[in-house]
Nanobody, 125 residues
Framework: QVQLVESGGGLVQAGGSLRLSCAAASGLSFSFYAMAWFRQAPGKEREFVGAISRSGGNTYYADSVKGRFTISRDNAEKKVYLQMNSLNTEDTAVYYC?????????????????WGQGTQVTVSS
């Protein structure tokens, strides 16, 4: 069982920035997993945000966040990050990190094996 714990959410004004972190449980072979961030706003379906390959050499983003959000990872620390800049009210959601073995079909949430509990991001106007 993989344990993922997100942190870093909070309330920020439009135009501001936040950095989310997702820590994997010790003992996990973190570098074996591709990682991703998803989000879910109230009343909406879960939405893909971005993904990063096992080594961190490849990333992929949803069009809605491209150029504003950056995913990175530190395999030694077993963490993945989501730097969010130029936030707007449409970015308000619960953000989840997810892990799976293969860096393929990265936008499909159903293909991910492990999920964190989520962290709330609220952007005020």
């Amino acid at each position: 069982q993989v344990q993922l714990v997100e942190s870093g959410g909070g309330l920020v004004q439009a135009g501001g920035s936040l950095r989310l972190s997702c820590a994997a449980a010790s003992g996990l072979s973190f570098s074996f997993y591709a990682m991703a961030w998803f989000r879910q706003a109230p009343g909406k379906e879960r939405e893909f945000v971005g993904a990063i390959s096992r080594s961190g050499g490849n990333t992929y983003y949803a069009d809605s966040v491209k150029g504003r959000f950056t995913i990175s990872r530190d395999n030694a620390e077993k963490k993945v990050y989501l730097q969010m800049n130029s936030l707007n009210t449409e970015d308000t959601a619960v953000y989840y990190c997810a892990a799976k073995f293969s860096y393929s079909d990265t936008t499909a949430g159903k293909t991910y094996d492990y999920w964190g509990q989520g962290t709330q991001v609220t952007v005020s106007s």
